[in-house]
């Protein structure tokens, strides 16, 4: 399946106005890079993954349309999946959008 062009070019507004943002095609989706740290991705599957805080991980889960991000058959911490619904509005959006470009910052750069 390929990832959702509508998202992709909504995710690149809500950017646009971010310091060294890059788009890199991987996961089936097109990932959007900050300071050469992926920030979100537009999943192929739908919806996003969003990098956030390990720490945080499992408490964000708790929030409606997310889900653990399973990669070769584990759980990743540090990212999460949200459902199409869960990114449905611009607000929606923004929330997870800013949170893993916040956390993709704090990151030393590659």
């Known amino acids: 399946m390929a990832y959702d ?17 890059q788009e890199k095609r991987m996961f089936g989706g097109l990932a959007f890079m900050v300071g050469g740290n992926m920030a979100v991705c537009v999943s192929g599957k739908g919806g996003l993954m969003v990098r956030v805080p390990a720490e945080e991980t499992y408490a964000l889960l708790e929030r ?19 459902g199409t619904a869960g ?24």
């Open 5 to 21: 062009e509508d998202l992709a070019h909504r995710v690149r507004e809500l950017l646009g106005g971010t310091a060294g943002v």
């Open 87 to 110: 990114v449905a509005t611009k607000r929606q959006l923004r929330t997870w959008v800013d949170k893993g470009a916040r956390y993709a910052e704090g990151l030393p750069a590659k």
């Open 64 to 82: 409606a349309h997310v889900e653990p991000m399973v990669m070769a058959g584990r759980e990743t911490r540090g990212w999460i999946r949200v």
